[in-house]
């Protein structure tokens, strides 16, 4: 069985892989696949959207799409599914900025993995609540991972490490649940 994940994220790309390893399947990294992505507020639309330019006829191997999206609830769930674009612009900064009088500092990662094969299209979904920090703390990890922390933690997912993240992420969760499946399944 070869199962392709269409990204071109290497921190994305670690974390998946030490996942699905756990259930015996080498995840390859495809680079060649573009990954569609269209402008909606769902992270399912936009990954379903995604595999279907993908699997558009019959197919003989897995390939996997992820989204995600970091959901503030002071800033009543921004950026969401905007969180790549908001990354690159306002970047962590520019969150702990708009959250800096902020009383609720609440927020949550969720991750939708989708999966297409010989068998058709599922969604797996991970989330993760916790809250974001004052300021960034850490170098694990990427993107917004110096600024949040999980529940029942004191340090942020870049302080805490890849086991530890691996243990509860978004990622991990949505992740481990197509394991699972592929395994019960193939
Ligand atoms: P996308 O799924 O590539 O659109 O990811 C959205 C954005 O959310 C990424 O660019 C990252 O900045 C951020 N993000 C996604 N997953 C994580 C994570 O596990 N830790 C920190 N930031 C993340």
């Avoid at 995840?27 to 959207?49: G, P, R, T, Y």
């Avoid at 799409?65 to 950026?79: A, C, H, S, T």
């Avoid at 058709?120 to 922390?149: C, K, M, N, Q, Y």
């Amino acid at each position: 069985m070869r199962v392709f994940f269409i990204t071109s994220n290497k921190g994305k790309f670690l974390e998946a892989s030490t996942i699905l390893r756990e259930y015996g399947i080498e995840l390859q990294m495809d680079v060649n696949h573009k990954k569609v992505e269209i402008q909606s507020d769902s992270l399912e639309e936009i990954v379903s959207a995604a595999l279907a330019n993908v699997c558009n006829g019959p197919v003989s191997d897995y390939y996997v799409v992820e989204d995600d999206g970091l959901f503030i609830n002071e800033l009543r769930g921004f950026p969401g599914p905007y969180s790549s674009y908001v990354y690159k612009t306002i970047g962590i900064w520019g969150i702990l900025k708009l959250m800096a009088d902020a009383r609720d500092r609440s927020a949550y990662f969720k991750s939708v993995v989708g999966l297409c094969g010989p068998n058709g299209i599922r969604l797996f979904t991970g989330v993760v609540h916790g809250e974001i920090a004052t300021e960034p703390r850490g170098s694990g990890g990427f993107g917004f991972d110096p600024i949040f922390i999980p529940l029942g933690y004191s340090n942020t997912f870049a302080e805490l490490g890849l086991d530890v993240k691996n243990k509860l992420s978004h990622r991990a969760r949505a992740f481990r649940a197509l394991g699972e499946w592929l395994l019960g399944n193939r």
